[in-house]
């Protein structure tokens, strides 16, 4: 199926939104005082793919709900 305009801006807003959702991580993360390695540990990922997950950067959805359970997130807060 060929890329169209629409799918672009779809892309676009799927983006801004992922990116958004990665600042309630790290929020979240310092507001239980956590350290990116305090939380690494806690749900079982490395360093790297927790700062992954805070910059927005394309992660796994198991990864996502991992960490907004370790910091005691609703279900509904990931994109």
């Known amino acids: 199926m060929p890329n169209t ?7 676009q807003a799927m983006t ?3 990116n958004g959702g990665a600042h309630i991580f790290k929020e979240a993360r310092e507001a ?8 690494a540990v806690t749900c079982g990922l490395t360093e ?20 907004a359970a370790a910091l005691g997130l609703p279900d509904d807060s990931l994109p």
């Open 5 to 11: 305009g629409s799918d672009q801006v779809l892309s």
């Open 16 to 18: 801004w939104v992922i």
């Open 32 to 39: 239980k005082g956590y350290s990116i390695e305090d939380l």
């Open 48 to 67: 790297d793919e927790i700062r992954d997950v805070e910059l927005g950067n394309e992660a796994a959805p198991g990864y996502l709900r991992r960490v």
